[in-house]
């Protein structure tokens, strides 16, 4: 019963390194998104995808790339890291896009430091 | 320009007491609010949900009450239990769609003995 899966949980990067965040699930959910979520603020969205193959950008992409080359996988990819993007992430997976009686499946989180 | 508002960081209610939780929002598009509530290094899960065409839903122990014309929703939890103790996230959408969706900064949560 994994539901959602994200690796690594915690993680620290020195300023310029990149590094890929896992993220996987096992419910068959078309729809898997990337939040992350900043100390005393809500979360916000950095890309979201609705099927293999496609993805788009949400509130905050700048500084990340994703790809869904399979309904299971959303891999994160933080290319050049900045003390910025020290955060919270949490990928997240829904078997539709509606809001209206859908519900979004959560990771547990990764926290991410970079200094 | 915060459009989900949680202005209270923190709450303490006594156990069996009434919990009440409040929420702001400013978009007046948002049709659907949800909350969600999130335990210390767990991601969050869904909690309740209300459409913008009632103004109160129940479920067990949790009620959320909408009041568009304040652009206002709180969630009460009756009784609370030790088990509440937890980050609430209110959150909005405009258009049905979860990649719309916008939370607030999260209430903690905590009931005491």
């Known amino acids: 019963n994994a539901g959602v899966t994200q690796t690594p949980k915690f993680r620290i990067l020195k300023i310029g390194q990149s590094m890929t965040l896992q993220c996987a699930q096992d419910?068959?959910?078309?729809?898997m998104y990337w939040y992350r979520q900043d100390p005393g603020m809500g979360l916000k969205l950095i890309y979201y995808?609705?099927?293999?193959?496609?993805?788009d950008k949400g509130e905050v992409p700048n500084g990340y790339n994703v790809s869904r080359s399979t309904t299971e996988d959303f891999p994160l990819r933080l290319e050049l890291a900045a003390p910025s993007q020290t955060s919270v992430y949490f990928c997240?997976?829904?078997?539709?896009?509606?809001?209206?009686?859908?519900?979004?499946?959560f990771g547990e989180g990764s926290w991410l430091t970079v200094v | 320009d915060q459009q989900v508002k949680q202005n209270s960081p923190s709450l303490s209610v006594q156990e069996g007491r009434i919990s009440i939780l409040n929420c702001d929002y400013t978009n007046s598009m948002f049709d659907y609010f949800l909350w969600y509530k999130k335990y210390p290094a767990e991601g969050p899960t869904f909690l309740i949900s209300?459409?913008?065409?009632?103004d109160k839903n129940e479920d067990g122990r949790f009620t959320v009450f909408l009041n568009k014309s304040a652009k206002h929703l709180s969630l009460h939890i009756v009784p609370s239990q030790p088990g509440d103790s937890a980050v609430y996230f209110c959150a909005a959408s405009g258009d049905s769609s979860a990649s719309k969706i916008i939370f607030g900064s999260g209430t903690r949560l905590s009931i005491r003995p």
């Open positions: 995808s609705v099927g293999a193959g496609i993805t």
């Open positions: 209300i459409s913008s065409i009632k």
């Open positions: 419910m068959n959910h078309n729809y």
């Open positions: 997240a997976s829904s078997y539709s896009e509606g809001a209206s009686g859908n519900t979004i499946y």
